[in-house]
């Protein structure tokens, strides 16, 4: 495959012809190597009750599939899809083992030296790599041979340094600042373009007696989110990702100000942040309490369906310089990998090739109304409004980068930005010596 002239032009073809844009995000932090061995055994246990079949022969038996899928609508959403698969292969039990969210990304290296699922849960790019380049996970190269409606960059995007195919993409969703309608309308408020205009947004809402900015930061993940929109609106794309490589220096004048306007912006976000999770922050958008929430499409699992997911709406993070420009954002892969050495390797791999199918996915996304399908021959007759523009909205956007913590080394954003991050929130005034704190943290983990 040839490579686009431009990393923006790569960037931008990695979804299906339909979609162009999507690259790869996230929004889940991971310390790898850190944290404690999982205590639940239903996920280090693996649990093959069936046939160790191997690569080749018919599949049957149990297969068992870790999840890190906790919350209900998309837990609800697994499930559906493995319903189907089941009723479709009759020789094949799946066992899912759903582990809460954060608990599975913070153990997940432990989870994967230990006895892991046959098939887990897992995150296109850096993240996949990571983990196929330590030998933890399996190849699907023959996996991805049967696959139909992946582009070539969506291959890309799952295969490891070696060429092999270790990763098969099920949804994406964008970051962007949701709404409500109705809100909105009833209270005479427009999208802000600019920076200042969301300011002077802010302000009215606070009049208003409302929270102008949703915000929690109790589990870390979060608050990058905030932090990548800004840098990328501040500093443009390039200059992210080089950062996020460890090529930038964060106690620069360039990182200095994306704290520095975060801090002039604090007044607005819900108060008391690090002691509230994204779900019940999203409660505040739901009950109409705050007028505005900046977090990925996920946000619609807070919403019930119908009426009021209809009322959810979104806009782009504001331009803040001209010379930027808003034409960069985040939308992550999500999918599945496979064990090196699953206990029913071909009963793995009959799943993998169902969970890349149209038909998994058209029922991931009629049960998770926050995601979008990967392959190309998804259905998108049946997309909800909010989905519907989630396609538009990537499609369009010229540059499309990962979640912080998908874009950088995993020891970093978990050991370093996270507490970094929270401390920001807590003292917003000592940015100076936040910097120069992260800075001389990242040279201790990326060697320069």
């Given at each position: 495959?040839?490579?686009?002239?431009?990393?923006?032009?790569?960037?931008?073809?990695?979804?299906?012809?339909?979609?162009?844009?999507?690259?790869r995000?996230?929004?889940?932090?991971?310390?790898?190597?850190?944290?404690?061995?999982?205590?639940?055994?239903?996920?280090?246990?693996?649990?093959?009750?069936?046939?160790?079949?191997?690569?080749?022969?018919?599949a049957?038996?149990?297969?068992?599939?870790?999840?890190?899928?906790?919350?209900?609508?998309?837990?609800?959403a697994?499930?559906?899809?493995?319903?189907?698969?089941?009723?479709?292969?009759?020789?094949?039990?799946?066992?899912?083992?759903?582990?809460?969210?954060?608990?599975?990304?913070?153990?997940?290296?432990?989870?994967?030296?230990?006895?892991?699922?046959?098939?887990?849960?897992?995150?296109s790019?850096?993240?996949?790599?990571?983990?196929?380049?330590?030998?933890?996970?399996?190849?699907?190269?023959?996996?991805?041979?049967?696959?139909?409606?992946?582009?070539?960059?969506?291959?890309k995007?799952?295969?490891?340094?070696?060429?092999?195919?270790?990763?098969?993409?099920?949804?994406?969703?964008?970051?962007?600042?949701?709404?409500?309608?109705?809100?909105?309308?009833?209270?005479?408020?427009?999208?802000?373009?600019?920076?200042?205009?969301?300011?002077?947004?802010?302000?009215?809402?606070?009049?208003?007696?409302?929270?102008?900015?949703?915000?929690g930061?109790?589990?870390?993940?979060?608050?990058?989110?905030?932090?990548?929109?800004?840098?990328?609106?501040?500093?443009?794309?390039?200059?992210?990702?080089?950062?996020?490589?460890?090529?930038?220096?964060?106690?620069?004048?360039?990182?200095?100000?994306?704290?520095?306007?975060?801090?002039?912006?604090?007044?607005?976000h819900?108060?008391?942040?690090?002691?509230?999770?994204?779900?019940?922050?999203?409660?505040?958008?739901?009950?109409?309490?705050?007028?505005?929430?900046?977090?990925?499409?996920?946000?619609?699992?807070?919403?019930?369906?119908?009426?009021e997911?209809?009322?959810?709406?979104?806009?782009?993070?504001?331009?803040?310089?001209?010379?930027?420009?808003a034409?960069?954002?985040?939308?992550?892969?999500?999918?599945?990998?496979?064990?090196?050495?699953?206990?029913?390797?071909?009963?793995?791999?009959?799943?993998?090739?169902?969970?890349?199918?149209?038909?998994?996915?058209?029922?991931?996304?009629?049960?998770?109304?926050?995601?979008?399908?990967?392959?190309?021959?998804?259905?998108?007759?049946?997309?909800?409004?909010?989905?519907?523009?989630?396609?538009?909205?990537?499609?369009?956007?010229?540059?499309?980068?990962?979640?912080?913590?998908?874009?950088?080394?995993?020891?970093?954003?978990?050991?370093?930005?996270?507490?970094?991050?929270?401390?920001?929130?807590?003292?917003?005034?000592?940015?100076?010596?936040?910097?120069?704190?992260?800075?001389?943290?990242?040279?201790?983990?990326?060697?320069?």
């Open positions: 495959m040839t490579r686009p002239a431009t990393e923006a032009e790569y960037l931008a073809s990695l979804v299906p012809p339909s979609v162009r844009g999507v690259d995000r996230t929004l889940l932090r991971g310390a790898l190597g850190a944290g404690t061995l999982l205590a639940a055994p239903s996920l280090l246990a693996a649990c093959g009750g069936g046939s160790s079949s191997g690569g080749g022969g018919k049957t038996g149990t297969v068992t599939l870790g999840s890190n899928q906790s919350d209900a609508v998309p837990k609800a697994v499930q559906s899809v493995v319903d189907a698969f089941q009723k479709a292969n009759s020789g094949i039990t799946v066992k899912i083992n759903t582990i809460d969210h954060n608990t599975f990304q913070e153990n997940i290296n432990n989870y994967l030296q230990g006895s892991p699922d046959d098939v887990w849960t897992w995150f790019g850096y993240r996949m790599r990571f983990f196929a380049d330590k030998g933890l996970a399996g190849d699907i190269s023959d996996v991805w041979k049967n696959l139909s409606g992946m582009s070539d960059a969506l291959k995007a799952s295969t490891g340094d070696d060429g092999k195919q270790y990763f098969v993409p099920s949804t994406y969703y964008p970051w962007a600042v949701f709404y409500r309608k109705s809100v909105f309308q009833e209270k005479g408020y427009e999208v802000p373009k600019t920076l200042d205009d969301f300011k002077t947004l802010g302000a009215k809402m606070k009049k208003d007696g409302l929270v102008p900015i949703a915000f930061d109790k589990d870390g993940w979060p608050a990058m989110g905030t932090f990548d929109q800004l840098n990328l609106r501040i500093n443009g794309y390039d200059f992210h990702v080089s950062l996020m490589a460890g090529k930038e220096a964060w106690n620069g004048d360039k990182v200095k100000k994306v704290f520095d306007t975060w801090a002039g912006l604090l007044d607005l819900q108060p008391d942040s690090l002691g509230r999770t994204w779900q019940e922050a999203a409660q505040a958008l739901q009950q109409k309490k705050a007028g505005t929430y900046v977090l990925g499409a996920f946000v619609a699992q807070q919403f019930t369906k119908g009426a997911q209809d009322d959810l709406d979104f806009f782009n993070f504001p331009e803040v310089d001209s010379t930027i420009g034409d960069a954002i985040e939308a992550p892969i999500d999918g599945y990998m496979m064990a090196k050495r699953p206990k029913n390797e071909a009963g793995a791999k009959k799943l993998l090739a169902y969970l890349g199918s149209a038909d998994a996915q058209n029922l991931a996304v009629k049960a998770d109304p926050s995601v979008i399908a990967t392959t190309d021959q998804a259905d998108q007759g049946s997309y909800t409004a909010l989905q519907k523009k989630s396609v538009e909205f990537v499609k369009q956007a010229k540059s499309i980068a990962q979640f912080m913590d998908r874009d950088t080394r995993p020891d970093f954003a978990s050991t370093v930005m996270i507490p970094a991050i929270q401390t920001f929130i807590k003292n917003p005034k000592d940015i100076d010596g936040l910097c120069n704190s992260i800075e001389n943290q990242k040279k201790s983990i990326f060697g320069s």
